[in-house]
Every structure is written in C-alpha cells, then in structure tokens.
C-alpha cells in the first residue's frame, strides 16, 4: 500500500526501491546502503513501476533518481548474478528487465536528474546515463565494468555512453573498465554540474525547482525533439511540427505571452 506524509505524495513502502514528493519533484531511491545499493532484478522491476508511478502524478514535474547513504550505486547484485551458472533462462530475464527498466526511463515524458553521490557502477552508471542530467558530488566514481566480469555490454547501453562522449572514448571507458573520478568524468561530459557535497541537495532541489516552473508543455516537447535527434531524425516531420503548431495555440503558450506583456511571471496551467 502506498504510504502518504503531510504536503508529500504517495510514497513506495521504504524497500529497496521508494519514492517520495516534494512539491513538484519526486525523488526515487536506490535504498539498499548495506550492499552498496546494489541492483537486484526485482528492483529493477520496482523502478519501472516507480518511473510509472511519478509520471501518472500530475503534481510531478521533475523527477531525480539518488542512493541512500554514501552510494549512488555499485552496480549489479553479484551474488544474483551468479545464478546465471546454475539457472540460464536467469541471463534472459535480467536482459530483459534491464533493458525495459532503462529504456523506460530514457524515454520518460518527464526531465529526470541523477543526483549521485561515491559509487557510480556497472548497472548504476547505466541509470545515470539514462536520465537526462548528471549532477554529482566531487567524491563520486564512475565505472562501466563488463570487461572485468567477462560479459557483454548491450547495444542500447553503448549507443547511451557513445552519445553522451563519443566512439573513441566510450571505447576506452569500456576497454579498460576502469574508475573515472568525479573530475574526468566531468570533463568527458558523464556529470553536467560538479557540486561540493554538503551542497549537492541544494543545488538539485534548486535546479529541479527552476524547471518545475517553466512550461512543461515547452520542456517536455523539448525532450522529445532531442529524442527524435538521438533516434536519428535530421529534419522536422509531421510529429516534429505537430508540437510546433499545437504549443501556438495551447494554454501555456497564452499564459506565457500575457505574462511577458504584463512583466509577470507567469502561471503555466499545463500540469
């Protein structure tokens, strides 16, 4: 059953996986801090319906995705894994429910923000990249560690990490496998604000706050054009200036002019 606290949304019961509103920003949580908020296959299944859960919430804007305690995520649960050896239909089901959870939230209607503290691993890193922005502490790490367990990294995972810092660099990443602190992984564009740590809440409750208040109907057709870009479209279609055509005669774009003659700030009605 959902749970619900004063001035908040409807909150996940505290297990490995919850969620929580905060006026118009919900926040999920990787919650696991004794195993380094570690990805089980059910938590990937639990964040689907988190994603799901945040997005039918009309009061939600912004969504962030952050780890209990110290850790953002260290990736995979090993001990899970390892059932791979005794039971094959297992390296199925994980494919699949990784790659839905991922896509699912690579192709959220909503802006989503990874606040990530320490550990940035493997499957964690992997949410990261899926969302829209990467704002971290200067303790975090990043790591995308298949060649050190042997496996395969899937195609949509490496089409993530080449757009995000080209050909040449995620091959290196994935290469070496190695640890990219907060710095490099700066400059390689995997984090978008480098934030000292006792300012990192702050700064994405300000952020996330700053995009609440801008029109929704703008910043969602936003994140769908540069989806198209990614999907690989060069040049408007039908869809591209359906969003053009409409936002001319859509509310916020009335509410949006008025409040620019009047020298106000506006009220976008569209939730």
């Not at 089980?40 to 962030?64: N, Q, S």
């Not at 809440?201 to 936003?222: E, K, L, P």
Request: some cysteine; hydrophobic content about 45%.
């Amino acid at each position: 059953m959902l749970q619900r606290h004063p001035q908040s949304g409807p909150l996940m019961p505290k297990d490995a996986i919850y969620a929580r509103r905060n006026g118009a920003i919900a926040t999920i949580y990787l919650n696991r801090p004794a195993k380094k908020n570690s990805l089980t296959v059910d938590m990937w299944r639990r964040l689907i319906g988190a994603i799901e859960d945040a997005d039918r919430d009309t009061a939600v804007k912004v969504i962030v995705i952050t780890g209990e305690g110290d850790t953002f995520s260290a990736g995979a649960d090993i001990e899970e894994v390892e059932q791979a050896f005794a039971n094959p239909k297992f390296g199925d089901t994980f494919a699949d429910v990784t790659h839905d959870a991922q896509a699912r939230l690579a192709r959220n209607v909503k802006p989503t923000i990874a606040k990530v503290r320490g550990a940035c691993m493997g499957g964690g890193c992997g949410i990261a990249l899926c969302c829209d922005l990467r704002f971290a502490d200067t303790g975090a790490r990043f790591a995308i560690t298949p060649a050190k367990l042997g496996i395969a990294y899937s195609l949509a995972d490496t089409k993530r990490l080449m757009d995000m810092v080209g050909p040449a660099r995620a091959k290196d990443i994935l290469y070496t496998a190695r640890i990219l602190d907060a710095s490099e992984a700066h400059a390689l564009g995997m984090i978008d604000r480098l934030v000292p740590a006792p300012d990192l809440d702050a700064v994405v409750d300000a952020y996330a706050g700053q995009i609440a208040s801008m029109s929704q109907y703008s910043t969602r057709a936003t994140k769908r054009v540069a989806q198209m870009i990614l999907d690989g479209a060069t040049d408007d279609d039908r869809d591209s200036r359906r969003l053009f055509i409409d936002a001319l005669s859509g509310a916020d774009f009335k509410e949006g002019v008025s409040a620019f003659l009047q020298k106000r700030k506006p009220n976008f009605p569209v939730a």
